[in-house]
């Protein structure tokens, strides 16, 4: 059985009425007045979102990650839709052509190398569609929605039974599925199945634009928030514009979490190592070719992140977009390996 169950069963409103915590409380801080990165549930989670190798690790991959500070990786076997509009879902037990590291084997052996390590896994299935993301999955019909929310049960209780003979503390029931995720009933229905075969932690990584909406958040145990969120207009913004921008998320952030009283943890957030890098954070490298490289813009980006939501008490974990087991020299990229954005993270993960 996996031995970190489902934490925060009594919310925050019950301790404070007890006089038992205070929202200070969330926060432990050092003998020497430095706050200590925990949150009432334990030690933040301090990750980055692992790239699953096409073959298997050959040893040490994981040994330079360890030295950040870094003590969970998020690990994302995919699904497949050939169209946004289909409700067929083809996964590992359809296709051999998968990388190592995103099928069963690789999954388990990078688990426990990592885990040798004094580093956890979240597993963090994705759906993968030609032509499009996952937030533009939509059924035509509600037959086709039945269908598809049948095939995606199949999906993630594959991956969920997997996370629970393997001890995986964290699940992820879903990612960006942000047209589906207004179909309340249909995913408490998933929720609760999951709940049948797997006894660890569950989060749902929700779209920047889509966290607002959801109505399951009470039947999980973290918010969880794809935090792409866009920080600054300005081509080379400071680190005071940043700030400025974190201050203007951080209160809707804020108010979903009071709502719902459960821990937040951004399932991703990441940045290019572009000039542009801020303004929206969530275009892919290849679009980016035009744009002006720049370390330090993306090193402000983690800093401004570091200074102004990490030390919040709700903040349960972040996982940082990027991190390949062999550093790939392609710009612009998100990875902050061999950045001065690795040197901000080790900084804040090591304090």
């Known amino acids: 059985m996996i031995n970190i169950k489902r934490p925060f069963q009594i919310t925050l409103l019950t301790l404070l009425g007890l006089g038992m915590v205070s929202w200070a409380g969330f926060v432990s801080w050092s003998s020497?007045?430095?706050?200590?990165?925990?949150?009432?549930?334990?030690?933040?989670?301090?990750?980055?979102?692992?790239?699953?190798?096409?073959?298997?690790?050959?040893?040490?991959?994981?040994?330079k990650l360890a030295e950040t500070g870094t003590n969970f990786i998020s690990q994302t076997p995919f699904g497949w839709q050939t169209e946004k509009n289909s409700p067929e879902i083809k996964w590992e037990v359809h296709s051999d052509r998968m990388w190592w590291g995103e099928r069963l084997l690789g999954l388990e052996e990078t688990t426990q190398a990592a885990r040798d390590l004094g580093i956890e896994s979240i597993l963090k299935p994705h759906l993968w569609v030609r032509g499009a993301w996952p937030g533009e999955i939509e059924m035509n019909e509600e037959a086709s929605w039945d269908a598809w929310?049948?095939?995606?049960?199949?999906f993630i209780l594959y991956y969920a039974q997997f996370a629970q003979e393997n001890e995986i503390p964290v699940l992820?029931?879903?990612?960006?599925?942000?047209?589906?995720?207004?179909?309340?009933?249909?995913?408490?229905?998933?929720?609760e199945k999951v709940r049948e075969v797997y006894d660890g932690q569950l989060v749902y990584a929700a779209n920047f634009t889509e966290f607002e909406h959801i109505r399951f958040w009470d039947q999980l145990d973290f918010?969880?928030?794809?935090?792409?969120?866009?920080l600054s207009e300005k081509n080379k913004p400071n680190l005071s514009d940043l700030k400025k921008g974190w201050n203007k998320q951080l209160p809707s952030i804020e108010k979903i979490q009071q709502r719902f009283q459960k821990p937040v943890i951004f399932t991703e957030i990441g940045y290019c190592n572009t000039s542009?890098?801020?303004?929206?954070?969530?275009?892919?490298?290849?679009?980016?070719?035009?744009?002006?490289?720049?370390?330090?813009?993306?090193?402000?980006?983690?800093?401004?992140?570091?200074?102004?939501?990490?030390?919040?008490?709700?903040?349960?974990?972040?996982?940082?977009?990027?991190?390949?087991?062999?550093?790939r020299e392609r710009e612009p990229d998100f990875t902050p390996q061999n950045k001065a954005a690795e040197r901000i993270m080790r900084e804040f993960f090591t304090k």
Request: net charge negative.
């Open 276 to 327: 542009d890098a801020a303004q929206e954070p969530w275009i892919w490298p290849n679009e980016r070719k035009t744009a002006e490289i720049s370390e330090e813009i993306q090193a402000l980006c983690y800093r401004a992140f570091f200074e102004s939501v990490w030390p919040k008490p709700w903040l349960a974990g972040v996982y940082f977009w990027k991190w390949y087991p062999d550093p």
């Open 32 to 63: 020497t007045g430095g706050q200590t990165e925990t949150w009432l549930g334990g030690p933040k989670q301090k990750g980055v979102c692992w790239v699953g190798s096409p073959q298997p690790l050959q040893g040490g991959e994981l040994e």
């Open 172 to 191: 992820c029931i879903g990612t960006e599925l942000e047209k589906s995720s207004h179909r309340e009933q249909n995913w408490r229905k998933i929720i």
């Open 223 to 230: 918010i969880g928030i794809q935090a792409y969120f866009p």
């Open 149 to 154: 929310f049948a095939n995606y049960e199949s």
